[in-house]
């Protein structure tokens, strides 16, 4: 027991209840699953053979089989991130003229739209105006979320808090393979527009809690509106508004909110400029890497990677991959706030950068290719020994890179411009 103590994170003795605070965190985290969902379906359906005949513009694979072209495969799924780029850039206007949490339900319905398109696409142009608009979704839901969490979560499990965001991607990711496996081989339109339209009801999920979620308060300071502020941080803390608790945090967040605005208000070009270059060029740097680590790969084109790999059961393979990315995720979160993130960050890095290499190694001596385009396999202790160190790579990714790009960006901005440099950084 006392060495469950020692391992547990410090809670200070602080006036009200946290769980209330927490599980508003854990909830709105919950949006994860529509970002990680969106990923994970595309790389099976790109793999089923009813899809690849119905989009199929005459062209045929090494197999003789329809199938889309590679340039049109990578256009698919790229379309996504054009969408979350624009729908980062422009949720600050949302967040910081109609709030937090008006803005977080604006943009489910900006998903739902994409995914309504998805699901009637029969040729490949309005599927990709899905995808865009998905994206778009995604990227007002991903800048969203981890402000709203850090603006309403408690200072000593922030870090966590804020990592179930990731959590939530990679259970999203675990969600996509599964439907995908069940829904792969029907020779129907319903092999694909079963995953896609699944996402409606993550959506409504989002959407129905916000609207009895609160606006956060820091958010409710900055639009000088003290006693509405004061009865959201009572409601997220389980106090009455005239606590003497409730009157000394919102103090504290005026205070700092007026020492901010006292230097001016804030552009983008604000967030390139000093002081805050610096924690903007952090910020950037890390949600860049984490993406330049290659785990969307993995999870984007993982079911034809293992099927060109000559494994014939690369829908298993992917539900595998993803139900350890949700496994090892759990660990980071504690860790994060247990050990400090720039550890975590350094040894994860590590993990990886070996792992990958193993990859790389294995899976080039143990395939071979034929004339025709096609993967043969030369060692099939090798192509094993490859799956498991792209195992042991995402559990490197997932337990700290993961959730920590998205807690670091959530921590490091200061309230005048966190809205926008937020936006930015991802």
């Given at each position: ?353 070996v792992s990958q290499f193993i990859v790389a190694m294995t899976g080039t001596f143990s395939t071979g290719q034929n004339r025709d385009g096609t993967i043969f396999v030369k060692s099939l202790a ?8 792209v195992c042991i790579y995402i559990f490197f990714f997932a337990s700290t890179w993961g959730p920590l790009a998205w807690v670091v960006t959530g921590e490091i901005f200061p309230l005048k411009t ?9």
């Amino acid at each position: 027991m006392n060495a469950f103590r020692r391992a547990s994170l410090p809670k200070p003795e602080e006036a009200g209840k946290a769980w209330p605070a927490i599980a508003i965190g854990m909830f709105v985290a919950f949006g994860g699953i529509l970002y990680g969902y969106d990923t994970g379906t595309i790389a099976g359906i790109l793999a089923m053979p009813y899809w690849q005949r119905l989009f199929s513009t005459g062209y045929t694979d090494a197999k003789g089989n329809p199938n889309i072209t590679t340039s049109q495969e990578s256009a698919i799924v790229s379309i996504l991130s054009a969408g979350t780029f624009f729908g980062a850039l422009s949720s600050p206007f949302m967040t910081d003229h109609i709030g937090r949490r008006p803005g977080l339900m604006i943009a489910t319905w900006v998903f739902n739209l994409g995914v309504a398109l998805q699901t009637a696409a029969t040729a490949i142009p309005m599927f990709m105006a899905g995808r865009f608009f998905a994206g778009l979704g995604v990227g007002q839901i991903s800048a969203i979320i981890p402000l709203y969490q850090s603006e309403t979560a408690p200072k000593w499990i922030r870090g966590a808090i804020v990592g179930a965001y990731q959590w939530a991607i990679t259970i999203g990711l675990l969600l996509a393979a599964i439907v995908n496996n069940a829904t792969g081989k029907r020779n129907n339109t319903g092999s694909y527009r079963i995953p896609v339209a699944v996402q409606f009801a993550y959506s409504l999920v989002l959407f129905g809690g916000m609207l009895i979620l609160p606006e956060t308060p820091r958010f409710l300071v900055k639009k000088n509106k003290p006693e509405k502020a004061a009865r959201a941080l009572a409601r997220i803390r389980r106090l009455t508004p005239d606590h003497p608790a409730i009157h000394a945090e919102l103090a504290e967040v005026k205070a700092n909110h007026d020492y901010e605005t006292s230097l001016g208000t804030a552009s983008y070009l604000d967030c390139f400029k000093p002081p805050i270059l610096k924690r903007q060029f952090t910020g950037c740097a890390l949600q860049a890497l984490q993406q330049l680590t290659g785990i969307n790969f993995i999870f984007y084109y993982g079911t034809k990677y293992f099927q060109n790999s000559g494994i014939s059961s690369g829908f298993t393979i992917s539900m595998i991959t993803s139900a350890i990315n949700v496994a090892s995720t759990v660990p980071g979160m504690y860790a994060i706030d247990k050990w400090g993130r720039r550890p975590l960050l350094f040894w994860g890095a590590i993990g990886m950068c070996v792992s990958q290499f193993i990859v790389a190694m294995t899976g080039t001596f143990s395939t071979g290719q034929n004339r025709d385009g096609t993967i043969f396999v030369k060692s099939l202790a090798g192509q094993k020994a490859a799956v498991a160190f792209v195992c042991i790579y995402i559990f490197f990714f997932a337990s700290t890179w993961g959730p920590l790009a998205w807690v670091v960006t959530g921590e490091i901005f200061p309230l005048k411009t966190r809205a926008k440099s937020l936006i930015v950084s991802p």
